[in-house]
């Protein structure tokens, strides 16, 4: 993983989930502070307390985007970088990830695990 996307991922700021295989489009939003990233493995773990437009749509297609961004790193064109990634999601409902991210966050319904595919600087 590109070390500018880690460093966006170290600052707080809005993540946004979204899928595009329902009419309209279902779109989520969470901080970046409750993703935990497994560079490694390429993926993330995102909690869950909603997010059942995305698990309703993730029936026919699981393909995600998520756009983040912090203004507190540099960009491309000054204050303020910003990524989208592309990948595929799937929800843990038990395991050691699920139940990590439970004891972070006790309201948590299950846990939004994205492979990534890729991701793309935009600012």
């Not at 779109?27 to 995102?46: F, P």
């Not at 999601?89 to 439970?102: I, P, R, V, W, Y």
Request: glycine share 8%.
């Amino acid at each position: 993983m590109d070390a500018k996307f880690l460093d966006v991922m170290a600052h707080e700021g809005a993540t946004t989930i979204i899928t595009i295989n329902a009419q309209p489009a279902s779109v989520v939003n969470t901080w970046n502070s409750y993703i935990t990233i497994n560079a490694d493995d390429n993926y993330l773990l995102i909690p869950a307390a909603g997010m059942r437009s995305i698990e309703h749509d993730f029936e026919t297609d699981n393909t995600v985007t998520l756009t983040m961004g912090s203004k507190e790193v540099e960009g491309t064109v000054g204050p303020g970088a910003g990524f989208h990634v592309h990948g595929h999601g799937e929800f843990l409902a038990s395991g050691t990830e699920f139940d990590a991210k439970k004891a972070q966050f006790p309201w948590v319904r299950e846990v939004l695990k994205v492979t990534i595919d890729d991701i793309q600087q935009k600012i």
